[in-house]
Nanobody, 120 residues
Framework: QVKLVESGGGVVQAGGSLRVSCEVS????????MGWFRRAPAKPRTFVAA????????VYAESVKGRFTVSWDNVKNTVYLQMNNLNPEDTAVYYC?????????????WGQGTQVTVSS
């Protein structure tokens, strides 16, 4: 079992920055990929970014490319999402997820979510 706990959400003005974190515990060595998703009000959950723990690769949704950066701290077992130049459209609940499948993304585990609000 893998447990994910997010933190770091909050309220920020447009153009500002925020970093959200997701601590991984339990069977963390079974995780191959960490992902970030978000759900805006009245919209479905969408992919934001992913980080491959074995090769350090990262993938981003087009809407956040160049503004968001995903990273991993191997000592703290924590994945971060650094969000810069935020705009009101980035307002959402942000979720981290873990994939234990080495061949494809399979999001078996989810965190509880953390609210990010960007004011105009």
């Amino acid at each position: 079992q893998v447990k994910l706990v997010e933190s770091g959400g909050g309220v920020v003005q447009a153009g500002g920055s925020l970093r959200v974190s997701c601590e991984v515990s339990g069977r963390s060595l079974s995780v191959f990929t960490m992902g970030w998703f978000r759900r805006a009000p009245a919209k479905p959950r969408t992919f934001v970014a992913a980080f491959g723990l074995r090769d350090g690769s990262s993938v981003y949704a087009e809407s956040v490319k160049g503004r968001f950066t995903v990273s991993w701290d191997n000592v703290k077992n924590t994945v971060y999402l650094q969000m810069n130049n935020l705009n009101p459209e980035d307002t959402a609940v942000y979720y981290c997820a873990a994939s234990t499948n080495p061949e494809r993304w399979q999001w078996d585990y989810w965190g509880q979510g953390t609210q990010v609000t960007v004011s105009s």
